[in-house]
T-cell receptor, first 112, second 119 residues
Framework: KQEVTQIPAALSVPEGENLVLNCSFTDSAIYNLQWFRQDPGKGLTSLLLIQSSQREQTSGRLNASLDKSSGRSTLYIAASQPGDSATYLCAVSGGANSKLTFGKGITLSVRP | GAVVSQHPSWVICKSGTSVKIECRSLDFQATTMFWYRQFPKQSLMLMATSNEGSKATYEQGVEKDKFLINHASLTLSTLTVTSAHPEDSSFYIC???????????????FGPGTRLTVL
């Protein structure tokens, strides 16, 4: 059974800092991995999707990397801003038609 | 990215009543829709998966007679919470996945969620 872990559960950083959010999964046989953002009381916004054959994806100040063999992914946020404050969830899929298995998320607070 | 809407965004109902939540894919055909629930400060818990035109597949521990799911078209799925009780109060989120698109890797797109409060 796939398990996804995100540690720490919460993180507080000053504005402008570059930061890395970690995600680990137990079964390396994944199809893809997604990073999501969730604001309080809201749904999920997809940030980046990495196929199992890819090593990284970039979108603006965000960069996600994937090391499938070691069961790890990182989300790098450059020059963090208070607007980046949210919960960040990673999720993995075992196949094209498989469900997503979510981590519990990391609640990020960026202090002005 | 693709857009998924949910209606209503919040609902308050009395215990024993039924509540229907709609999930729509606005600009793509959703061959598969997923329903999740989320408790405060917890991650999403998958309740069921529905494919257009077929019965939903429920996760272990989810009562299919209590949480009725209908996916009658490629753009609409509904979740009906029957005889709702206070313990059903939660945040319900749907997601949709379209036809296989290599560049998107079968990405899931999420709705904004529905806050259900049962008094």
């Amino acid at each position: 059974k796939q398990e996804v872990t995100q540690i720490p559960a919460a993180l507080s950083v000053p504005e402008g800092e570059n930061l890395v959010l970690n995600c680990s999964f137990t079964d390396s046989a994944i199809y893809n991995l997604q990073w999501f953002r969730q604001d309080p009381g809201k749904g999920l916004t997809s940030l980046l999707l990495i196929q199992s054959s890819q090593r990284e994806q970039t979108s603006g100040r965000l960069n996600a990397s994937l090391d499938k063999s070691s069961g790890r992914s990182t989300l790098y946020i450059a020059a963090s801003q208070p607007g980046d404050s949210a919960t960040y969830l990673c999720a993995v899929s075992g196949g094209a038609n498989s469900k997503l298995t979510f981590g519990k998320g990391i609640t990020l607070s960026v202090r002005p | 990215g693709a857009v998924v809407s949910q209606h209503p965004s919040w609902v308050i109902c009395k215990s024993g009543t039924s509540v229907k939540i709609e999930c729509r894919s606005l600009d793509f055909q959703a061959t598969t829709m997923f329903w999740y629930r989320q408790f405060p400060k917890q991650s999403l818990m998958l309740m069921a998966t529905s494919n257009e035109g077929s019965k939903a597949t429920y996760e272990q521990g989810v009562e299919k007679d209590k949480f009725l799911i209908n996916h009658a078209s490629l753009t609409l799925s509904t979740l009906t919470v029957t005889s709702a009780h206070p313990e059903d109060s939660s945040f319900y989120i749907c997601s949709a996945r379209g036809r296989m698109r290599r560049e998107k890797g079968n990405e899931q797109f999420f709705g904004p969620g529905t806050r259900l409060t049962v008094l």
